[in-house]
């Protein structure tokens, strides 16, 4: 099936899941999502978990080896995980279970639109109340946490991971370049062009995974405007030729003329792109801790590994965001169905959260919670630590992932659009033009 075919496909499918799930929702009563403690006894049975996670990643690992411990001390119990990797397929099979009445007990997803109306539906234990009565609320990061919540401010997924993302960059390369890392945003295309002068790629992005591009879309208009744009973006309430997503469309486009990015960056895919600035061929990258393991240990090339740096999210004149806070996220959120919350499922969850933090953090990743030590590898160089270190020090506000945000329609357009902005195909004004009609027609469906 041609790739328009099926986007346009996965779009419908995604349509009608969402006007079968305003339909059926009131079908059958939802438990009370505030009822986290429910009476009766334990019976053990399989609970199921669908996922949207790599299926030998940390998370999965870690809650397998705690699924096997309830086990022993609860014969009859077991943890089914359906695993999904490919988000957007996910999405499209979690919509439609949704849409159906068939979540299982526990499933994965991000604070979206469709999410709060489950949420709003009662569908969805209310986790704030559920970690306050597990005496675990006060473990989580603030950051963690917030990056669960929905616009209004509640909480519905608990989080597994905490990650920071940063422009990791080789120092050499700047040095033979003349240049200092940007202070601003506005100073990355003067960087590139320096960069290219010297016959290096500026930036190494993986293009064909999309998201990644849509990550420095969000960077502008987080300065320039706070995390309450694409909250008002997202329902329709704020638009693109708004002057944040204005400038955000101008300078992604100066940053394409400027050759930031690599030739043929948008049919590049992430090991690619990673290997263009491990092997030393690009200057930076950017990525989360979660390549911690890749990027700040002796597996790192030796000809580059002294070399490489990072820097956070530089910042722009007159900002309305602190330089600590940039995207520093979550992952993708584990939700409670309350239909199907029961002592069993609770008394699993209290054994599993409990458990998580030291069993994960043990794995060298950043826990969500704060009184976890990650354990720094042998091989890990100071970066590493640092990057641990730096944890404790993110700000409050976040600045979220976009294609997290927005409906899949509005995102899968948005991604097309940037290719063609950032390649010069297409103005500042004309992507403008297209994401407004794409929103006002996504948002008053």
Same mark, same amino acid.
């Given at each position: /099936?041609?790739?328009?075919?099926?986007?346009?496909?996965?779009?419908?499918?995604?349509?009608?899941?969402?006007?079968?799930?305003?339909?059926?929702?009131?079908? !059958?009563?939802?438990?009370?999502?505030?009822?986290?403690?429910?009476?009766?006894?334990?019976?053990?049975?399989?609970?199921?978990?669908?996922?949207?996670?790599?299926?030998?990643?940390?998370?999965?690992?870690?809650?397998?080896?705690?699924?096997?411990?309830?086990?022993?001390?609860?014969?009859? =119990?077991?943890?089914?995980?359906?695993?999904?990797?490919?988000?957007? !397929?996910?999405?499209?099979?979690?919509?439609?279970?949704?849409?159906?009445?068939?979540?299982?007990?526990? =499933?994965?997803?991000?604070?979206?639109?469709?999410?709060?109306?489950?949420? %709003?539906?009662?569908? /969805?234990?209310?986790?704030?109340?559920?970690?306050?009565?597990?005496?675990?609320? #006060?473990?989580?990061?603030?950051?963690?946490?917030? $990056?669960?919540? =929905?616009?209004? %401010?509640?909480?519905? /997924?608990?989080?597994?991971?905490?990650?920071?993302?940063?422009?990791?960059?080789?120092?050499?390369?700047?040095?033979?370049?003349?240049?200092?890392?940007?202070?601003?945003?506005?100073?990355?295309?003067?960087?590139?062009?320096?960069?290219?002068?010297?016959?290096?790629?500026?930036?190494?992005?993986? @293009?064909?995974?999309?998201?990644?591009?849509?990550?420095?879309?969000?960077?502008?208009?987080?300065?320039?405007?706070?995390?309450? $744009?694409?909250?008002?973006?997202?329902?329709?309430?704020?638009?693109?030729?708004?002057?944040? %997503?204005?400038?955000?469309?101008?300078?992604?486009?100066?940053?394409?003329?400027?050759?930031?990015?690599?030739?043929?960056?948008?049919?590049?895919?992430?090991? &690619?792109?990673?290997?263009?600035?491990?092997?030393?061929?690009?200057?930076?990258?950017?990525? @989360?801790?979660?390549?911690?393991?890749?990027?700040?240990?002796?597996?790192? &090339?030796?000809?580059?590994? +002294?070399?490489?740096? $990072?820097?956070?999210?530089?910042?722009?004149?007159?900002?309305?965001?602190?330089?600590?806070?940039?995207?520093?996220? !979550?992952?993708?959120?584990?939700?409670?169905?309350?239909?199907?919350?029961?002592?069993?499922?609770? #008394?699993?969850?209290?054994?599993?959260?409990?458990? $998580?933090?030291?069993?994960?953090?043990?794995?060298?990743?950043?826990?969500?919670?704060?009184?976890?030590?990650? *354990?720094?590898?042998? #091989?890990? *160089? &100071?970066?590493?630590?640092?990057?641990?270190?730096?944890? #404790?020090?993110?700000?409050?506000?976040?600045?979220?992932?976009?294609?997290?945000?927005?409906?899949?329609?509005?995102?899968?357009?948005?991604?097309?659009?940037?290719?063609?902005?950032?390649?010069?195909?297409?103005?500042? +004004?004309?992507?403008?033009?297209? /994401?407004?009609?794409?929103?006002?027609?996504? *948002?008053?469906?």
């Amino acid at each position: /099936m041609p790739i328009n075919t099926r986007k346009a496909a996965f779009i419908t499918a995604i349509a009608a899941s969402a006007l079968l799930l305003s339909s059926c929702a009131g079908s !059958s009563p939802s438990a009370d999502p505030t009822d986290v403690d429910p009476e009766g006894e334990i019976v053990t049975r399989e609970i199921s978990w669908l996922l949207s996670r790599p299926a030998d990643g940390g998370v999965i690992t870690a809650m397998e080896q705690i699924a096997d411990e309830y086990a022993q001390e609860n014969p009859g =119990f077991a943890l089914n995980l359906i695993t999904t990797p490919d988000r957007p !397929s996910y999405i499209q099979k979690y919509e439609t279970l949704a849409a159906a009445n068939k979540l299982p007990e526990l =499933f994965d997803t991000d604070a979206t639109p469709f999410a709060q109306k489950l949420a %709003g539906q009662g569908r /969805m234990v209310d986790i704030d109340v559920l970690l306050e009565d597990l005496d675990l609320a #006060d473990e989580y990061r603030e950051a963690a946490v917030n $990056y669960q919540r =929905f616009d209004d %401010g509640s909480l519905y /997924m608990v989080p597994f991971e905490f990650q920071l993302e940063f422009f990791w960059y080789n120092s050499a390369l700047f040095a033979d370049a003349g240049v200092d890392v940007p202070a601003t945003l506005d100073d990355f295309p003067e960087m590139c062009e320096a960069l290219r002068a010297e016959g290096v790629t500026p930036i190494a992005l993986d @293009g064909q995974d999309q998201w990644p591009l849509e990550r420095y879309m969000a960077y502008y208009p987080f300065r320039m405007a706070g995390p309450e $744009y694409i909250q008002e973006l997202k329902t329709g309430d704020a638009s693109f030729s708004d002057p944040a %997503g204005q400038a955000a469309a101008e300078w992604l486009y100066d940053l394409g003329q400027a050759g930031c990015f690599q030739e043929g960056f948008s049919s590049t895919g992430y090991a &690619d792109a990673q290997a263009l600035f491990t092997s030393g061929r690009a200057a930076v990258y950017n990525i @989360g801790t979660w390549e911690l393991g890749n990027l700040a240990t002796e597996t790192l &090339d030796p000809t580059v590994r +002294d070399s490489i740096d $990072y820097f956070t999210l530089p910042t722009i004149e007159n900002a309305v965001t602190a330089d600590n806070e940039y995207v520093t996220p !979550s992952g993708i959120g584990m939700a409670v169905n309350s239909k199907t919350y029961d002592p069993l499922v609770r #008394d699993f969850l209290a054994f599993a959260l409990e458990r $998580y933090p030291a069993v994960y953090s043990a794995t060298g990743a950043l826990s969500p919670t704060t009184g976890a030590k990650t *354990t720094v590898p042998a #091989d890990a *160089t &100071d970066l590493y630590t640092r990057a641990v270190e730096q944890a #404790d020090e993110v700000g409050e506000a976040i600045a979220m992932p976009w294609d997290t945000q927005l409906d899949p329609a509005t995102n899968t357009r948005l991604q097309q659009e940037l290719t063609l902005l950032v390649q010069g195909d297409i103005t500042p +004004d004309e992507f403008v033009e297209t /994401m407004d009609a794409t929103l006002k027609e996504n *948002t008053d469906d």
